[in-house]
């Protein structure tokens, strides 16, 4: 290649063909973060989003689950699908996801798209989205049915540290060399490890001063040289710009702020090797950038920029795509034919309107099912004094249940950040809360009543439009066995580009449920949002309480499963439950460990009083532990299984009994035995 034909591979929308070389146009932005929706089929610009796959419940939900076989399972799941809609069925493989940054705020605008506050916990499910969509098996070995090719590759993002929207693109994330390794950049190092993940994308944010996109310690020093990372780095869309634009970045080596074609040296010697040029660009990238910049002899941190600076991120890109396969005879490739068996090649439009359709043929019978089943796995039980869940619907007779709260049967119901556009095909497959509810409850009395009260009045289309709570509903609720108020928020509270600035549930839910459960004691309060809300208003006086984050397009039956007991709730909370806004520090301070004047962040740290703890999630079962013991390395461990008893319900899987793996010694000091709901 001519150095202008190198620099055309290198930037994410999109790298054009080479005809003379066979090598076809590439886009390297794509998105699959819970499921697959957003392809770059446009030669610049924003990836486009997809109509119609399949969307499953978010990140946070899965993370709730601590389930990394579940996780392994539905990102298989994305990847056969992704396989389905990609340019004959090879190319544009290229996710970037998932989101392994921290919850560590719960104002982050993207907390839902992240998996805990834990790097433990955050690294062992993402790992296995990395497996799945890459098509390895769990130890991260790729799968002998793939003929030796990925499936996909998963770009982990962002690193590091970018987790506070008011400040994303301008900010620097400032903390001790110990914070840096032992949280925010813990789970990149495990996943790395245990996975391989192919791709990783750097962050906008400057960390400690340097921005990410020109790092030389994050990139080099730890993502490469500390953790083994052997892909490609891509910037964030578009990181290398903010770099003149908003950080004003001067390098230890320069007396100036950098220029517009410094900026490109800067980052690909410290290991930027794709430029993605969407989003906040100019007209300043690596396509049009590189070929001056290896002229001008610019003197960066690491060497003086040149062709082989060049190559050597070029060898990475083009390993990956050969790594998957694009270059060989596609048309015998396993996975391939596997998704053309499934779609034939060529048949699937993205569009599902009036005028030309997919059908939403991808999402099928399997995956909605994969995708009630991770919603129901998702949903944890926060109360259920008196035992008032799972509700008990009688085969028949009257029975009358409500469902109160806009959002359990909205207009257009909200699937979370990076979901496709659900067309006509793709909504005809979805189930709201109230749908959901009312089917399953019908189905085992067919006389029983199940209404829908929106509960408020006015022009309703947002979690924060739920402002003026209807009486007629309040009053109404009196009149039911069972009312289920189910609550939430949505884009309009906080997304990509804006954080939370309150716990609140937005408008008047909050006083929805008091008023509600005043008036009927079997009142259950759903919450589906973004992280943790402040439930201190009305905690106190409603009898069962659940929370997810973004469901999933089956929401409703898997919420059904769990209000009626076919499935025993297991979902657990992947991060401590702040009281009130007021415990927190400042978005924009990351440190963790408590000071003189921070109380700390996390499980790990944070002293005060909680709502509710980290792995917080009752079941229907009562659990019983005793006799737990440690297991030492090298020891060989025995098992021993605490006492089960399961409450009566309909659950038909109800959860095993909790072991533990013990060893004879050495034997630790008697422990009293706990009592808990697991």
């Known amino acids: 290649m001519t150095l202008a034909e190198k620099a055309s591979q290198m930037v994410s929308s999109q790298a054009p063909a080479i005809p003379r070389l066979g090598i076809p146009a590439y886009g390297w932005w794509n998105e699959a973060l819970h499921g697959v929706s957003r392809l770059q089929t446009a030669p610049s610009g924003n990836a486009t989003t997809l109509f119609s796959t399949t969307s499953y419940p978010i990140d946070l939900s899965l993370g709730a689950s601590w389930d990394p076989n579940l996780m392994y399972r539905e990102a298989s799941a994305i990847s056969d699908e992704a396989r389905e809609v990609v340019p004959n069925n090879s190319l544009d493989l290229d996710f970037y996801s998932p989101t392994i940054n921290l919850a560590r705020d719960p104002r982050w605008g993207r907390d839902d798209e992240t998996f805990s506050e834990d790097p433990l916990l955050t690294a062992a499910i993402a790992g296995q989205f990395v497996n799945g969509m890459e098509g390895k098996d769990r130890n991260g070995d790729l799968l002998p049915a793939g003929g030796g090719y990925l499936k996909t590759i998963t770009t982990l993002k962002h690193f590091a540290a970018n987790n506070s929207e008011i400040n994303r693109r301008t900010g620097s994330a400032d903390m001790d060399d110990r914070t840096l390794r032992e949280y925010y950049t813990a789970q990149f190092r495990r996943i790395v490890q245990q996975a391989h993940p192919g791709s990783v994308m750097s962050s906008y944010n400057s960390v400690n001063g340097t921005p990410a996109a020109a790092n030389v310690y994050l990139m080099d020093r730890l993502m490469r040289q500390t953790f083994g990372f052997t892909g490609y780095i891509t910037s964030d869309c578009d990181a290398i710009f903010e770099m003149v634009r908003s950080h004003h970045w001067q390098p230890p080596n320069m007396t100036r702020p950098i220029n517009n074609t410094e900026r490109h040296a800067y980052a690909m010697s410290a290991g930027e090797d794709l430029d993605c040029n969407a989003g906040y660009r100019d007209n300043f990238n690596y396509r049009t950038s ?15 920029f040149n062709e082989g600076d060049v190559d050597t991120s070029l060898v990475r890109l083009f390993t990956a795509r050969m790594k998957l396969g694009e270059f060989d005879d596609v048309d015998h ?86 979901s496709s556009t659900q067309g006509p095909n793709g909504v005809a497959k979805e189930v709201t809360p109230y749908v959901g509810i009312r089917n399953a409850v019908q189905a085992i009395d067919p006389d029983a009543t199940v209404d829908f009260l929106p509960g408020f009045t006015g022009t309703l289309t947002t979690a924060a439009s739920l402002a003026t709570i209807d009486p007629a509903a309040v009053d ?51 919450m589906e949002t973004i992280g943790q809300v402040d439930v201190t ?142």
């Open 476 to 526: 109404a609720a009196a009149n039911y066995d069972a009312v289920i108020v189910y609550t939430g928020t949505d884009a309009g509270t906080a997304t990509e580009d804006r954080d939370r600035t309150t716990l609140a549930l937005p408008g008047a839910q909050a006083d929805l449920i008091n008023q509600v459960a005043a008036r009927n004691p079997h009142t259950v309060a759903v």
């Open 333 to 418: 490739q396993p996975w391939v034919t596997a998704a053309r068996a499934r779609v034939p090649k060529g048949t699937w439009v993205n569009a599902d309107n009036a005028t030309s359709t997919n059908h939403a043929v991808t999402e099928t019978p399997e995956r909605l099912a994969l995708a009630r089943e991770a919603g129901a796995k998702s949903l944890v039980l926060l109360k259920n004094s008196a035992k008032l869940l799972p509700l008990h619907v009688p085969s028949s007779g009257p029975y009358r249940v409500a469902v109160i709260g806009y959002l359990a049967n909205p207009a257009s119901m909200y699937l979370g950040g990076y």
């Open 290 to 304: 590189v070929p001056e910049a290896v002229g001008s002899g610019i003197r960066t941190q690491t060497d003086t």
């Open 537 to 678: 208003g009305f905690e106190p006086n409603v009898p069962a309480m659940l929370w997810s984050s973004y469901n999933g397009q089956r929401k409703g039956e898997a919420l059904a499963d769990v209000l009626l007991g076919d499935v025993n709730p297991s979902g657990h909370l992947p991060f401590i439950w702040y009281q009130s806004i007021g415990q927190i520090p400042d978005i924009t301070d990351y440190a963790i460990r408590p000071t003189a004047t921070s109380p700390g962040r996390t499980y790990m740290y944070f002293k005060g009083p909680l709502s509710y703890p980290f792995g917080h999630g009752l079941s229907y079962t009562d659990f019983a532990y005793a006799n737990l013991r440690v297991q030492m390395p090298g020891s060989t461990p025995t098992t021993r299984c605490a006492r089960a008893s399961t409450s009566p319900t309909r659950a038909r899987s109800p959860a095993a009994p909790s072991c533990s793996s013990t060893s004879p010694r050495p034997t630790p000091r008697p422990r009293s035995s706990a009592r808990s709901s697991a």
